[in-house]
């Protein structure tokens, strides 16, 4: 009987870690915050501006479409593609607050990478929503990505806000990205890594992982 009631408990943990599990990468692929405040803004501009409220709506298509299809591993430009879509979508509501600057390799590179969807997008999100969001100043993304000696490197630098008070401690909890890593090795192996480092003044992510060029 003991063993038996040992099985069941192992079973029931096991399932609800699962549970748990699953209901973390449904949080992950579409926060609720960024759902409403994207409905919000499709509502006012239907009425304001209803050509740019179809254009929006072309952009909340495209993501929410490949949300829905899970985590898959895709080419880097339909994830490009995919955070182009995003921020698009928040630059709506943010107008002038968010600048992103993008440093990528040639298009002849590019096209033989690829990467787990959303994952970089998902980064982006996190930084829209714990500084963008909370400052009335211009926030500067630069993202630089690299693919040599075998590995990616996804390089995010977020410079924080001069004159809003931003408690370093809080922001370095907020930086985890625990789901987008496990997402990230279950595709390119225990290798892969998402690491964040908070200072006074920016915040540095970096993603990285192997991949091996099929060319050679």
Known sequence: MGSEMCIRDSLKASFEEKLNAQNDM???????????????TLIALIES???????????????????FNGPREISFEEEIALCEHYIAIESSRLADKLVVNWSLPDDD?????????LTLQS????????????????????ITVTWKQHRVT????????NKTLTVVYDLQQHMNFYIQAER???YFGQSATIESKVTSEQIVTKINYPLHDVGL
């Not at 501006?49 to 949300?67: C, Q, T």
């Not at 980064?123 to 630069?142: A, C, F, H, P, S």
């Not at 996804?154 to 806000?161: A, G, Y």
């Open 123 to 142: 980064v982006l999100e996190k930084m829209l929503l714990n500084v963008v969001e909370m400052t009335t100043e211009t926030i500067g993304i630069d």
């Open 26 to 40: 449904i949080k992950a692929r579409i926060a609720p915050h960024f759902l409403f405040n994207t409905i919000n």
């Open 184 to 186: 990230l090795r279950s």
């Open 154 to 161: 996804i390089d995010i630098t977020v410079q924080l806000p």
């Open 49 to 67: 501006n209803p050509a740019r409220a179809s254009e929006l709506l072309e952009h909340v298509s495209a993501l929410f479409r490949a949300s």
């Open 109 to 117: 590179v590019m096209y033989d990478m690829v990467i787990s969807s």
